[in-house]
């Protein structure tokens, strides 16, 4: 089945779109709403009460896996006629970061094993955890840098206005900067709520715009 440039961008913007969905529902609101940093017993005791949480965090990270892998496919079709090379290293990044979402998934099915199982290792439940958060931000660190390399395309391709580049490529240094900090600098914690608020809507207006103006692509006459 052969698809065109508008098909494919269409396909493009409404997975972004949908991809954002799952994002808010998935880790703003599920796993957001059991996890506490710190604080095991606060933890355990809101899985115990809320389990369906952690499950509900698993089809959304899951779904947005499945959609990572038609973005991959489909963003390197719509470019790939504008510069072939950048297109699969774009596509590339792209990749490892879903491979670093397949990683992070498979920690969350690790505790929700132990949760069924009954268990009561406490520090194992919260050790998957906080490696699904630390697989998480390496995979988003890869993700800033795949952002970037997508904006920089963008810009070059002068079939996407370039301002649809510069917001994409800032969301990628955003996605970047704050990932580094929160894994490898010691001192950002104590800034991490404010940043993140700061960066938050750039972050999310980066692919947001791109997915609004593919779809339109999509029905323009």
């Given at each position: 089945?052969?698809?065109?440039?508008?098909?494919?961008?269409?396909?493009?913007?409404?997975?972004?779109?949908?991809?954002?969905?799952?994002?808010?529902?998935?880790?703003?609101?599920?796993?957001?709403?059991?996890?506490?940093?710190?604080?095991?017993?606060?933890?355990?005791?809101?899985?115990?009460?809320?389990?369906?949480?952690?499950?509900?965090?698993?089809?959304?990270?899951?779904?947005?896996?499945?959609?990572?892998?038609?973005?991959?496919?489909?963003?390197?079709?719509?470019?790939?006629?504008?510069?072939?090379?950048?297109?699969?290293?774009?596509?590339?990044?792209?990749?490892?970061?879903?491979?670093?979402?397949?990683?992070?998934?498979?920690?969350?099915?690790?505790?929700?094993?132990?949760?069924q199982n009954a268990?009561?290792?406490?520090?194992?439940?919260?050790?998957?955890?906080?490696?699904?958060?630390k697989t998480r931000?390496?995979?988003?660190?890869?993700?800033?840098?795949?952002?970037?390399?997508?904006?920089?395309?963008?810009?070059?391709?002068?079939?996407?206005?370039?301002?649809?580049?510069?917001?994409?490529?800032?969301?990628?240094?955003?996605?970047?900067?704050?990932?580094?900090?929160?894994?490898?600098?010691?001192?950002?914690?104590?800034?991490?709520?404010?940043?993140?608020?700061?960066?938050?809507?750039?972050?999310?207006?980066?692919?947001?715009?791109?997915?609004?103006?593919?779809?339109?692509?999509?029905?323009r006459k």
């Amino acid at each position: 089945m052969e698809f065109s440039q508008r098909n494919i961008a269409g396909i493009t913007g409404i997975s972004l779109f949908a991809m954002a969905v799952m994002t808010g529902v998935g880790y703003c609101y599920a796993f957001s709403g059991f996890y506490i940093a710190n604080d095991t017993i606060s933890t355990i005791k809101n899985l115990n009460q809320h389990g369906d949480l952690l499950k509900l965090t698993i089809f959304a990270f899951s779904i947005n896996l499945i959609l990572n892998i038609v973005v991959t496919w489909a963003s390197y079709e719509f470019f790939k006629s504008f510069n072939n090379p950048f297109s699969s290293l774009v596509a590339f990044f792209r990749l490892v970061y879903s491979a670093a979402l397949c990683g992070s998934i498979f920690y969350l099915l690790s505790v929700l094993e132990l949760l069924q199982n009954a268990s009561t290792d406490r520090e194992m439940i919260m050790f998957y955890l906080k490696l699904f958060l630390k697989t998480r931000s390496w995979g988003l660190i890869i993700f800033g840098c795949h952002l970037f390399l997508l904006g920089i395309m963008i810009c070059k391709s002068r079939v996407v206005p370039r301002f649809v580049g510069y917001f994409t490529a800032f969301a990628g240094l955003c996605y970047f900067f704050v990932n580094t900090g929160s894994l490898f600098i010691q001192s950002y914690q104590i800034y991490k709520e404010l940043i993140e608020n700061i960066l938050a809507i750039p972050m999310a207006l980066g692919e947001l715009i791109l997915a609004n103006w593919l779809i339109r692509f999509n029905y323009r006459k």
